[in-house]
Each structure stands twice: as C-alpha cells, then as structure tokens.
C-alpha cells in the first residue's frame, strides 16, 4: 500500500519543542520533493518546510526559520521536522507530502498543540 504515515505530534507548552517523523511505504522517497504543512483552526492549510529529493536544498516559511529544521533520510524512507520554540498560534494539525512529477501523498495529519 502507497502511503505516508506522520506522528511525533503532542501536547508542548509555548517555548517548547516536538519532532514529528514521516514514514513511507510502497513507494521510495529518494525521487520525491517532501513538506511539511499545517492547518489550524478555522485556518487554511500552508507550507511549513521542503526538501529537496536529494535532502540537500530546504525552504521554510518565513514564521519558522531559525526554529524549525526539515530532514529526510532516504536510506529509512523517512522525513522529519524539528521545531523548536514553539509558539500558540501553532497549535495546528501537521501534514507530510511527498511530491513529484507523476504522484502527490498525503500522511494522515499528527495534531500539535501548544498550549500551557
């Protein structure tokens, strides 16, 4: 089965820190373009962070750089997000994506709340 499973996410209080972990099965993430991205209450779903397919190029958001780090290792098919200083307004369910020319997989959403 194609899939993308995404976990890591909890309970933080502000200031805190999570990382969230992305699987993938039936499918090798080496050739795809990975995200993560977020939709908080009553607010549209945006991009967090990318990687390269390689791993070597990242983009963020302009509201994580410096606190939040992407990741992947393709030889464990895996991605991750380190965030650090974590913010209320945070509080988000946190989606993996992978992405190429031919295929797009969504994880399941790992829900973040920050909270005290």
């Known amino acids: 089965q194609l899939q993308l499973v995404d976990s890591g996410g909890g309970l933080v209080q502000p200031g805190g820190s999570l990382r969230l972990s992305c699987i993938a099965s039936?499918?090798?993430?080496?050739?795809?373009?990975m995200s993560w991205h977020r939709q908080g209450p009553g607010k549209e779903r945006e991009l967090v962070a990318a990687v390269s397919s390689t791993g070597g190029v990242t983009n963020y958001a302009d509201s994580v750089k410096g606190r939040f780090t992407i990741s992947k290792d393709n030889a464990k098919n895996m991605m991750y997000l380190q965030m650090n200083s974590l913010k209320p307004e945070e509080t988000a369910v946190y989606y993996c994506?992978?992405?190429?020319?031919?295929?797009?997989?969504w994880g399941q959403g790992t829900q973040v709340t920050v909270s005290s």
């Open positions: 039936g499918f090798t993430i080496s050739t795809y373009v």
């Open positions: 994506n992978a992405w190429n020319r031919r295929d797009v997989y």
